[in-house]
């Protein structure tokens, strides 16, 4: 059975970078069959896709996104990460990382981990 | 348009059915995904490119599509069921953006 569990620093400084990890076990990150993917939800509110990407790279952003976000993946530790630079109060979101199946056409997020909840303030 | 719009609240009563719909112009090209999510916890794929459910997912939770509406429905509703319900899909014409509806929050009485 596959698990994901994120890591990181749960309060963040407006104007500083978020640093997230999502540790993976009972699988391997090493696939060309699935992506793995960062997803975000704000407080009450609701889910909004950050990026997948496969473990070496063809990273997909959000467009809104985009220019602040990186993916990250070290298969010796099968992790893999997101750094999110420049963040406001509007970044403040229980942030989930997931295994994208790459079904095609559609948006299935077959696992899920438990969610950090990560604020934003000075 | 990237859009996909739910209702936002929807009530059933215990063991009747109910269905959930998300509309959008995206879905008239492409099949939607639905998530459950509970209070809590993360959401739970419930139905994957369009119409199939993951394994462990009763068979009460079904899916159609018809034009820019693509429908969750639950047969038999049980009280576990109660929960908030993403549809998801597409955000356009990039071949890899996915977009979520608002949410629908099931209550069943």
């Known amino acids: 059975q596959l698990h994901l569990q994120e890591s990181g620093p749960g309060l963040v400084k407006p104007s500083e970078t978020l640093s997230l990890t999502c540790t993976v076990s009972g699988g391997s990150i090493i696939t060309s069959d699935h992506y793995w993917a960062w997803i975000r939800q704000s407080p009450g509110k609701g889910l909004e896709w950050i990026m997948s990407?496969?473990?070496?790279?063809?990273?997909y952003y959000n467009p809104s996104l985009e220019s602040r976000v990186t993916f990250s993946a070290d298969t010796s530790k099968n992790k893999f990460s997101l750094k999110l630079t420049s963040v406001t109060a509007a970044d403040t979101a229980i942030y989930y990382c997931?295994?994208?199946?790459?079904?095609?056409?559609?948006?299935?997020?077959?696992?899920w981990g438990q969610g950090i909840l990560v604020t934003v303030s000075s | 348009s990237s859009e996909l719009t739910q209702d936002p609240t929807v009530s059933v009563a215990l063991g009747q059915t109910v269905t959930i719909t998300c509309q959008g112009d995206?879905?008239?090209?492409?099949?939607a995904s639905w998530y459950q999510q509970k209070p809590g916890q993360a959401p739970l794929l419930v139905i994957y490119?369009?119409?199939k459910r993951p394994s462990g997912i009763p068979d009460r939770f079904s899916a159609s599509d018809s034009g820019n509406t693509a429908s969750l429905t639950i047969t038999g509703t049980q009280a576990e069921d109660e929960a908030d319900y993403y549809c998801?899909?597409?955000?356009?014409?990039?071949?890899?953006?996915?977009?979520f509806g608002g949410g629908t929050k099931l209550t069943v009485l």
């Open positions: 990407s496969y473990y070496s790279g063809s990273i």
């Open positions: 997931a295994r994208d199946m790459a079904t095609g056409g559609t948006a299935d997020f077959d696992y």
């Open positions: 998801s899909s597409r955000g356009g014409g990039a071949s890899h953006y996915w977009v």
């Open positions: 490119h369009g119409n």
């Open positions: 995206i879905l008239t090209k492409f099949y």
